[in-house]
Structures are given as structure tokens and as C-alpha cells.
């Protein structure tokens, strides 16, 4: 049973457009939400994260959004660019989960054309 | 700053051989550290966590072990490599249970 998932698995945008990742789950007992950018052959680099009070959160080029009702997140990268080629994935913390684990989604391949 | 090490970068082994891939982390004490396995064209999968010296919490069944001997140094072990085992073995530490995790560069890992 997948509490994280990104149905996309992959996505392509023109340089200059946004992006935008979009990742679901399924339990509400979630708290904390992170988006994570991997390249090939290196581990994932922090990127963004959010606490579910809030519904927005901003970090230059890079927002994420929380709809807690629908359960759904996402990340926007407005302008894109090439250099933001890599797979993106997001990661979700349970209230209360014992050494602080994540719960991976699959993870979207992000192609920006120039 | 804080650093995590990974080491070997690449390794091939044979089906059977044993296996001990080894995280390091630097400039920080008593962190959460976590090893995580990527499979080809799959996402990041928890294999073990360890939330101080001796103490590892398994979450997936497998032939994989896992050894914290000291404060910052988390090893992962097998006996006996099954192909199944091949993927990129990624380790990543965090500081309170609030912390975000921070990966290292990862081993790949691939048996024949």
C-alpha cells in the first residue's frame, strides 16, 4: 500500500515555464512534507519542505503547496530551467513516527527542454 | 558543517559473496541515520533505521543486516548477495525527530 505517490513519472517543460510536481497521500496522520531533487548516481538533495499548518511555502524559484483536504501536494518551479533536470521526490513524516522516517513517493523525472 | 560519507562509490559483486557498504557522518553527534535502497526506475525504499549506537530497527524483511558500532558510523551488511540486491544504497542521517534528512552520495550496488 503506497501512502505516497507521484503518478507522474515523468514530466517535460519548456525552459522559461513552470513545473509543476504533483504528489498525493493517503495518510492523515502526516505532518510534514518534503521535496527532494535527485540527479543520477548521487543522493537526493534537500529542496523544500512544509508543515501542515501551513498551505503555502516559498523558496525563491521553488513553492509548495498543500491541500490537506485533498491529501495533495505540490511543488512549482517557475522559471525552469535546464539545470533542473533530475527526478524529484517528495516525502511525507508521520506525527509521532519513531526516528523521524520518511515515506517516499516514486519520484517524477523532470525533462527542461531549452 | 555537517558531512556524510559513503563508501565504496561503485561495487560489483557476485551472486553469494558477502556484502559491507559503510556511512560516516561528521560534525554532528548521536544523529538519526537511516539506509535507504533505490531500485532501478523505483523510488527510495527504508531499509533500516538507527536512532543511537546498537540500536537498528529493520522495516523491511531481507537478507540485509545492518551494524551501528559507533556514534556517527552505520554499516550495511549480507551475508550472502542475491540479485534482487542490486540498486543504488543511499545512507542519510538527521538531527532531532524534527530534522530534515540529508542523504549521502550513494553506492551502486550491482550483483552477477
Known amino acids: 500500500d503506497q501512502q505516497v505517490k507521484q503518478n507522474s513519472p515523468s514530466l517535460s517543460v519548456q525552459e522559461g515555464r513552470i513545473s509543476i510536481l504533483n504528489c498525493d497521500y493517503t495518510n492523515s496522520m502526516f505532518d510534514y512534507f518534503l521535496w527532494y531533487k535527485k540527479y543520477p548516481a548521487e543522493g537526493p538533495t534537500f529542496l523544500i519542505s512544509?508543515?501542515?499548518?501551513?498551505d503555502k511555502n516559498e523558496d525563491g524559484r521553488f513553492t509548495v503547496f498543500l491541500n490537506k483536504s485533498a491529501k495533495h501536494l505540490s511543488l512549482h518551479i517557475v522559471p525552469s530551467q535546464p539545470g533542473d533536470s533530475a527526478v524529484y521526490f517528495c516525502a511525507a513524516r508521520g506525527m509521532g513516527n519513531a526516528g523521524n522516517m520518511l515515506t517516499f513517493g516514486g519520484g517524477t523525472r523532470l525533462m527542461v527542454k531549452p | 558543517s555537517q558531512t556524510i560519507h559513503q563508501w565504496p562509490a561503485t561495487l560489483v559483486q557476485p551472486v553469494g559473496s558477502p556484502l559491507s557498504l559503510e556511512c560516516t557522518v561528521e560534525g554532528t553527534s548521536n544523529p538519526n541515520l537511516y539506509w535507504y535502497r533505490q531500485a532501478a526506475g523505483r523510488g527510495l525504499q527504508l531499509l533500516f533505521y538507527?536512532?543511537?549506537?546498537?540500536?537498528i530497527s529493520s522495516e523491511v524483511p531481507q537478507n540485509l543486516s545492518a551494524s551501528r558500532p559507533q556514534d556517527r558510523q552505520f554499516i550495511l551488511s549480507s551475508k550472502k548477495l542475491l540479485l534482487s540486491d542490486s540498486g543504488f544504497y543511499l545512507c542519510?542521517?538527521?538531527?532531532?525527530?524534527?530534522?530534515?534528512?540529508?542523504f549521502g552520495p550513494g553506492t551502486r550496488l550491482t550483483v552477477l
Open positions: 538507527s536512532v543511537g549506537i546498537g540500536q
Open positions: 512544509i508543515s501542515s499548518i501551513k
Open positions: 542519510a542521517w538527521s538531527g532531532t525527530a524534527l530534522d530534515t534528512q540529508y
